[in-house]
């Protein structure tokens, strides 16, 4: 019989926020495996738990340990995965080990717990009915712009994880590509000196103290107006050329383009409707 792969969240800072069943969990397996054996040792410690393998699984030997943990997991041990703070799998390499977990058939159990996403959304006070989370961008400025241009007419919360260091670049960029947005940085969250700064991206940057410290997550407010939308035959080109791509059905493009400009679903439907005709009878000339 195999083990059992317990995915088990543990607080982003206050240790209090550990839940009982992520205890009872950690103190009943054979192997954990985490992000920083160090700090997931302090968590241990405080609790007298002594796990019998405290072993490590982080970016950079992920590949080597991960078929150690599946043989362990395929012989019958349970495995705890942790990170060093938040759910494992969330902007970690947790998600390999997941994936590889379930292709071999073994129980994947995830426990419900702390992560900074949803602890900076909840309160930010920018929408939570629709975000997205994009986790650590480039370090290097033209890379993340040019993700900052990709994402730039999402309408939901925009997510990231940020260091300290590289904060103000990354709100530089966000003025510059998506404008004098509404955000939120949200430092320290859970400890002693969490802190949530909230104001358009002008107002936010000059508030920062000169030396940031912490983890940081950045709420970047979705676009609110949808672009004017194009002309008609600019419209049919967009669509034509979205079809001829070949990864998307007339529904698709239809729900793609009515975010994007506000206008009809039904609409956008029927002109892709229209050209997907028009294509096929093309098509059905040229064979004849």
Partial sequence: MTGTLHLVPTPIGHLADITLRALETLEGVEIVAAEDTRRTRILLDHFGIFPPHLVSYYEHNAARRMPWLIERLLAGADVALVSDAGTPGISDPGFRLVSRAIEEGIRVVPLPGATAVTTALCAGGLPTDRFHFFG???????????VLLEIRELRGTLVFYESPRRLRALL?????????????VAREMTKIHETFLRGRVDEVTGR????????????????????????????????ARMMAEGNASPRDISLQLSERYGLPRRTLYQIALDLQKHRT???DDQEE
């Fill in 136 to 146: 650590y961008l480039s370090p290097r400025g033209g890379k993340r712009r040019r």
């Fill in 172 to 184: 530089a960029d966000v003025r510059q590509v998506l404008g004098n947005r509404r955000v939120v």
């Fill in 208 to 239: 920062l103290p000169a030396q940031i410290q912490g983890e940081i997550t950045l709420l970047v407010e979705g676009r609110t107006e949808a672009p004017p939308p194009p002309a008609e035959e600019e419209l049919a080109g967009e669509i």
């Fill in 281 to 283: 009878a093309a098509h």
